[in-house]
């Protein structure tokens, strides 16, 4: 059983540009969740991706998007690359089912610097 | 509006001591509690995880207690080690749609040797 991978570890990127982040979900997981952690603070929720549809999004501008895949990996795209988008970003991988909600298993995360 | 605190934002401590972490929480309908712990410029690391129906939980070194009805987790380490360095986030997810995580800013900890 892999873990949940993604990459790239690190990404320097200047203002205004785009970027795509990558998630891969732990084997027999189905719904991906994606975290911003600025420096010194606790991880705060981007958005979730359940079979390949967005299931909830927290306080976040559309210039965050993302996708899932049928198998189950993801993407998080960043538009319009902003200073304070520069952050760990963590993505973390469960299964859901209509009656059981699995704990999430964090990736190691991609450190993102805007310039 | 789920809001976690987490008390003091650093500590330290020299090594051998016990030592206890706290975080609480405003809304105590939580689906389960869980404390990470996270080296600097790496991911998180689950230690403990409480589902609601349960009191505490035991890992080695580490217990994790909760308390819905007064909307606060404890974590508590036995005999501190210098490797205990780290930072310590508690996290707690809700019953919402999506099963989101909120997190703590954590409490930095360091163990002197």
């Known amino acids: 059983e892999t873990g949940v991978t993604q990459s790239p570890t690190h990404l320097i990127k200047t203002r205004g540009q785009q970027v795509t982040l990558r998630c891969s979900s732990q084997?027999?997981?189905?719904?991906v969740s994606w975290y911003q952690q600025a420096l010194g603070q606790g991880p705060q929720f981007i958005f979730q991706?359940?079979?390949?549809?967005?299931?909830g999004r927290g306080n976040f501008p559309p210039r965050f998007s993302g996708l899932q895949f049928p198998n189950y990996s993801s993407e998080l795209n960043v538009n319009a690359l902003e200073l304070d988008d520069s952050a760990l970003y963590l993505c973390?991988?469960?299964?859901?089912?209509?009656?059981?909600?699995?704990?999430?298993?964090f990736g190691p995360g991609t450190r993102l610097t805007v310039l | 509006k789920q809001e976690v605190t987490q008390i003091p934002a650093a500590l330290s401590v020299p090594e051998g001591e016990n030592l206890v972490l706290n975080c609480s929480f405003t809304d105590s309908a939580i689906y389960n509690l869980q404390w990470f712990r996270q080296d600097p410029g790496k991911g998180l690391t689950s230690l403990l995880l409480i589902q609601s129906s349960q009191r505490e939980q035991t890992s080695g070194r580490l217990n994790a207690s909760l308390d819905k009805s007064s909307g606060r987790s404890t974590l508590y380490i036995a005999a501190s080690q210098p490797g205990d360095s780290a930072t310590y986030l508690c996290?707690?997810?809700?019953?919402?749609?999506?099963?989101?995580?909120?997190f703590g800013s954590g409490t930095r900890l360091s163990i002197r040797p």
């Open positions: 996290a707690v997810m809700g019953y919402s749609s999506a099963s989101k995580i909120i």
């Open positions: 084997s027999g997981h189905n719904t």
């Open positions: 973390a991988s469960s299964l859901m089912t209509k009656l059981y909600t699995d704990t999430q298993y």
């Open positions: 991706y359940y079979r390949e549809e967005e299931n």
